[in-house]
């Protein structure tokens, strides 16, 4: 079965998600490497009944030498500045798999990595504040 977008003209909405993930590879002289990856995730629907038109995801990763730093800071480090260099990539990725499946073309605005990993840590100290 040929899906309907190919067809018609339908209204979709995109929900985009994104996740960050990093853990510690080895280390040398200069430093300990960590593995950085990114997730972003659109998906689809039809504005009209919200059914899943296109689901897209891809990741994308990379080594990164950190060294003299506090620990509390390595996790600030990969969610905001390893983050923005990986994001680039990783947009064009999806856009291209996007283009090459015949999807209705959309973008996918800067990430603001700084902001979000600001709401992060407010989340959880609210989150401990509410666990006492």
Request: hydrophobic share 35%; net charge negative.
């Amino acid at each position: 079965m040929i899906p309907q977008i190919f067809f018609s003209r339908i209204e979709i909405t995109n929900d985009m998600n994104i996740g960050i993930n990093f853990s510690k590879v080895g280390e040398n002289e200069e430093g300990e490497m960590w593995n950085v990856i990114l997730t972003f995730k659109v998906v689809g629907k039809n504005k009209e009944d919200q059914e899943v038109v296109y689901d897209i995801e891809a990741s994308y990763g990379g080594i990164f030498q950190i060294g003299n730093y506090k620990e509390e800071d390595i996790g600030k480090i990969c969610r905001i500045h390893c983050a923005n260099m990986i994001f680039p990539y990783l947009r064009e990725e999806i856009i291209n798999k996007a283009i090459k499946s015949g999807v209705p073309q959309f973008t996918i605005k800067p990430i603001n990595f700084s902001h979000m990993y600001e709401q992060q840590v407010q989340q959880e100290q609210k989150s401990e504040q509410d666990n006492q």
